[in-house]
């Protein structure tokens, strides 16, 4: 059964950092595509960054040049880093995987980006 299991998440101060990482099980093969989102509590879910396998990265304009989407290919674990975080940067944050490992294709691999895990808290106070 493929999983995503996200850690890192806690509560810190406005202009502070956190890591966030996101450990990769039971995919028949590497996802080509990883991403992180967030949804911050009562609001929709957000996109935040994108990976794909050959390197390049996508950020929602709100995180970009704050954080940076980064994967270890040795064994598929996915990290965030924030920085100068700001209170609006507050919600729970969530590791997604395409589907390609169960036949979903689209042309933008991107586009089947599926949470598969319980997602990270961060807060952060003013």
């Known amino acids: 059964q493929v999983r995503l299991e996200e850690s890192g998440g806690d509560s810190v101060q406005a202009g502070g950092s956190l890591r966030l990482s996101c450990a990769v099980s039971?995919?028949?093969?590497?996802?080509?595509?990883m991403g992180w989102f967030r949804q911050p509590a009562g609001e929709e879910r957000e996109l935040v960054a994108t990976?794909?396998?050959?390197?390049?990265?996508k950020y929602a304009d709100s995180v970009k040049g704050r954080f940076t989407i980064s994967k270890d290919n040795a064994d598929d674990t996915l990290y965030l880093q924030l920085n100068s975080l700001k209170p609006e940067d507050t919600a729970m944050y969530y590791c997604?995987?395409?589907?390609?490992?169960?036949?979903?294709?689209?042309?933008?691999?991107?586009?089947?980006?599926?949470?598969r895990g319980p997602g990270t808290l961060v807060t952060v106070s003013s």
């Open positions: 990976i794909v396998r050959d390197g390049t990265v």
């Open positions: 039971g995919y028949p093969f590497s996802p080509f595509c």
């Open positions: 997604a995987a395409d589907a390609r490992y169960r036949g979903v294709t689209f042309e933008d691999p991107c586009a089947s980006l599926e949470v």
